[in-house]
């Protein structure tokens, strides 16, 4: 064998150098002393959750379902808590996809483009929608997961916006969000009352008199009075 062949074979194969590769300087494993014994090279800070598809991933396969129907005078997610001016849906509960969420979240980015503000989602795109192809007999399953979704209730707050702006800017940008989503939606600040179903609950308007019936319960002299007459045989 060659003398230089033996002399490249006895150095350390990590380290040889060649045209292509040069020589690399060992490195010094020792531990520095400006590091502390306890120190973490990751952050241990949780990630921020995407508003667009659950933690959670595809595993279970969702039902169809129905939005939330506050029957027993509930208000959640019907008032603004974080920003300053917000977009509520006024139309029937829909179900709204996570591409439709993402294009009314861009169009207010644009709109609002060199201004300072922080936008808040309200909803998050956690159920899977699932679709068969074309001419497909029924059964067989649920067929594929085509895309994820949210169930928006009624009077629900999707967006939220504070920031230093004229009020006429961030109506603005809501308009153009609500123009690109399916549904109906309306322009409410922070401090407007909170809507019951379809109700607001403005001064006088409380949970017992929504619960109240309608017409006066009628009186059992009242029902005799307005009965015909019997005579006994």
């Known amino acids: ?33 400006h590091i502390s014994p306890h120190f973490r090279c990751f952050s241990s800070t949780p990630s921020t959750a995407n508003w667009l598809f659950p933690k959670r991933g595809h595993k279970v396969k969702s039902r169809k379902g129905r939005p939330r129907v506050p029957t027993g005078g509930s208000v959640r997610g019907t008032t603004i808590v974080w920003g ?14 996570a591409k439709q969420l993402s294009i009314g979240a861009e169009t207010i980015k644009k709109r609002l483009r060199g201004e300072r503000y922080k936008l808040f989602m309200r909803v998050c795109a956690n159920i899977g929608v699932y679709t068969s192809g074309n001419e497909v007999r029924m059964g067989k399953g649920k067929g594929t997961f085509d895309y994820w979704a949210s169930r928006v209730a009624v009077s629900k707050i999707i967006f939220e916006i504070k ?6 800017v961030i109506r603005d940008a809501l308009r153009l969000a609500a123009a690109k989503m399916p549904g109906q939606y309306e322009f409410v ?10 109700t607001k609950m403005t001064e006088g308007m409380n949970l017992e008199n929504m619960q109240r019936p309608r017409m006066p319960t009628p009186s059992l002299v009242s ?10 045989p």
């Open 223 to 232: 029902t005799a009075d307005r009965l015909p007459a019997t005579s006994a």
């Open 189 to 198: 600040r922070k401090g407007d009352p909170p809507v019951m179903g379809i």
């Open 163 to 168: 920031g230093e702006m004229h009020e006429k």
């Open 1 to 33: 064998m060659k003398p230089r062949l033996l002399s490249l074979l006895r150095q350390p194969t990590a380290y040889t150098s060649s045209p292509i590769r040069p020589s690399v300087p060992l490195r010094n494993t020792a531990p520095s002393p």
């Open 84 to 97: 300053d001016y917000g977009l509520r849906m006024t139309d029937h509960d829909r179900r709204i996809s």
